[in-house]
């Protein structure tokens, strides 16, 4: 290229040619794309030993080459090339191995040269490569990227003195600007700011970051996490907001969970030894406790296992796999005074492969409670805490309301009971076999008693801490409306078309605020109601109907509803008459124009808010009266 330095050249397609001087180009055509080789002509020898004895740094040929694209005479895209030989340069070079250093965010800027893609060679057009020559800088001056990409991450702050010229700032603005260095930028660390860990195997023990602190030798307190005589977390794997199951989640104090997690035979570790060995933090100083392990067999393996290929051999080598660990934790104050390990094996094939749905469970129990039933709240309920119900038709009158967790293909015969958990809204099913010449009799009277099954119970407890053995008190009465019938029959039956089948229930608890106890609220169960509702099954059919199972859906969902403690006083006519003082209808709202006086304001105690308004009244009272005028009417 001859044209002027700093500006790219405008390339000329009318005259197509592979050979320019001492390069010539070929074109591979490959998928969806055309490979691109230029090539130098091994005819001459343009370096020779003489020539570069005496500077052999310096490169003995240097030429750019423009490569343009074109179709029907007209250039579609080019590709801006700088060749630089040096004497006694190989094609066989070693790339360095050295490990790039990544800068600290906090003080200089992460990506400082974005466009800079090729490491050890010049990006053209990226003004900012630190590997760009002067020369080599010189063909595209005038063509650098701008912007983020081109390397401006941190630009100037317009509070700065220095972008006053060349923004034309308003002339108060030397007043306030800030006098600071540009490579102070208030744009370091804004975003990302992180730390780069290893990655450690799962283990029961995760070391701290170096700048956090044990507190634990002066107890525990509610959420902190628990620690191990070595400084680390004691971990239990757990389920994050993601869903996904983390290894390493420490415990917290106080805090129960019961998860499921499912886990690759083939990657599975054994790993209830740290639990063995493990000695935990009990809160005070010096103190130790070593967790108590007990052992179990699981009764059916294959409940947990879901298996996804056929064993090769039949060899005899098996193994053991923990299918369930629960956790009991006795605390006393703020201090651990024991725990309880309580791990459920299975025994396997050494070569199974598949799925395993592990369980874990973490329960703190008072240090001188015993084994009595648990209670959801006290006295109110407590999110999250299983709804008490009470069956008062069976000796064992203790139960609780239920709803299906299904595993597997779904299917109901396989289905699980979870408990239902209060303040939580949920919906769950499962999947029933039915064939084309299905009894409707049958089908209505099966998905009813599925239905039932997760209701059997007559009574609701009011508050988390209703006795069982007093059904007086605070136990309320389900009410059952339209209740399913499965005796009744359509006159005309069709094979594989049933009129009203129960296919979902309806879950309905009504609960309000009962007070508080020390500032916290409490809630209570006012009236619980189970519906059922019905539809229409009819076989699908493909292009023919094959005598097969078809699979019929029935689900069940509960509905927590927040209802009052009172009636909210009624609309006053003027009210109602005159909307644009509602608040809730217009963007003005004048009855909140003194917000922090008014009923509205929740933040304080009504008479505080009273008090504070009364002083900050007196104050401008006062200011009032040592203003100019009262003094110039005193002095007259």
């Not at 170096?210 to 005589?229: E, H, N, W």
């Not at 977390?233 to 969970?257: D, E, K, M, R, W």
């Not at 105690?605 to 009273?610: A, D, F, G, I, K």
């Amino acid at each position: 290229l001859q044209d002027q330095e700093g500006l790219l050249p405008v390339p000329a397609c009318g005259v197509l040619t592979n050979e320019t001087g001492d390069w010539s180009l070929t074109v591979t055509p490959a998928v969806n794309a055309l490979e691109v080789t230029v090539r130098l002509k091994r005819g001459r020898q343009r370096c020779s030993s003489n020539e570069t004895e005496s500077s052999s740094e310096s490169p003995c040929m240097v030429q750019a080459l423009l490569v343009s694209a074109s179709r029907n005479s007209s250039c579609l895209a080019h590709l801006l090339i700088r060749v630089e030989i040096y004497a006694n340069s190989s094609l066989a070079h070693n790339a360095s191995e050295n490990v790039t250093v990544i800068p600290n965010q906090v003080y200089q800027p992460l990506g400082p040269c974005p466009c800079n893609l090729t490491a050890g060679a010049c990006d053209v057009r990226c003004c900012c490569d630190q590997e760009c020559s002067s020369d080599l800088t010189e063909l595209f001056r005038e063509a650098c990227f701008t912007g983020v990409f081109g390397g401006d991450v941190s630009p100037d702050s317009d509070h700065l003195c220095s972008v006053q010229e060349s923004r034309g700032a308003p002339g108060w603005f030397p007043f306030l600007c800030v006098q600071s260095s540009p490579a102070n930028s208030p744009f370091l660390g804004y975003f990302y700011h992180g730390s780069v860990s290893s990655q450690r195997r799962a283990s029961f023990r995760v070391h701290l970051r170096a700048d956090l602190r044990d507190r634990s030798d002066f107890g525990y307190k509610q959420g902190d996490p628990i620690m191990t005589v070595d400084k680390t977390y004691f971990t239990i794997p757990q389920v994050s907001l993601a869903g996904q199951c983390v290894q390493n989640a420490p415990v917290a104090f106080l805090h129960n969970f019961d998860v499921r997690c499912a886990t690759n035979l083939e990657a599975y570790q054994e790993q209830d030894g740290g639990v063995i060995h493990a000695k935990i933090k009990n809160g005070a100083v010096g103190g130790i406790v070593t967790p108590r392990v007990t052992y179990e067999e699981a009764a059916d393996p294959d409940a947990f296992i879901t298996r996804t290929g056929t064993l090769l051999s039949n060899e005899s080598a098996s193994r053991n796999v923990n299918v369930e660990e629960h956790y009991i934790f006795r605390w006393n104050n703020n201090t651990i005074s024991e725990i309880n390990v309580k791990i459920i094996r299975a025994e396997i094939n050494a070569h199974q492969k598949g799925i395993m749905t592990q369980r874990f469970t973490v329960k703190f129990l008072s240090y001188n409670s015993g084994e009595e039933k648990e209670f959801s709240g006290n006295p109110g309920y407590q999110l999250g805490k299983p709804v008490r119900a009470l069956d008062i038709n069976r000796m064992n009158n203790e139960t609780t309301l239920h709803l299906w967790q299904s595993a597997g293909r779904g299917l109901c015969t396989s289905a699980t009971f979870k408990p239902v958990l209060f303040g939580e809204d949920t919906l769950s099913g499962c999947l029933l076999e039915v064939g084309i010449h299905e009894n409707c009799t049958w089908l209505r009277e099966n998905a009813a008693e599925l239905l039932d099954s997760l209701v059997q119970a007559t009574h609701v407890a009011m508050r988390g801490n209703s006795n069982y053995s007093d059904p007086s008190d605070g136990w309320l009465e389900i009410i059952r409306a339209d209740a399913a019938d499965p005796g009744a029959a359509p006159p005309v039956s069709v094979h594989g078309l049933c009129a009203d089948v129960p296919a979902r229930l309806h879950i309905r608890i009504l609960f309000s605020d009962a007070g508080a106890v020390e500032g916290m609220t409490q809630h209570e169960i006012v009236g619980v109601e189970t519906r059922f509702s019905t539809v229409n099954w009819q076989f699908q059919c493909g292009l023919t109907c094959e005598d097969k199972a078809d699979l019929f859906p029935v689900s069940a969902s509960v509905q927590f509803i927040k209802i009052p403690a009172q009636l909210p006083r009624p609309l006053t006519r003027f009210q109602i008459n005159f909307t644009e003082y509602d608040c809730n209808r217009n963007e003005v709202c004048w009855p909140q124009l003194l917000y922090p006086l008014t009923r509205y304001y929740q933040g304080e105690p009504y008479s505080q808010c009273v008090a504070k308004g009364l002083l900050l009244a007196s104050f401008f009272i006062l200011a009032a009266l040592l203003s100019n005028p009262w003094t110039r009417t005193c002095k007259a």
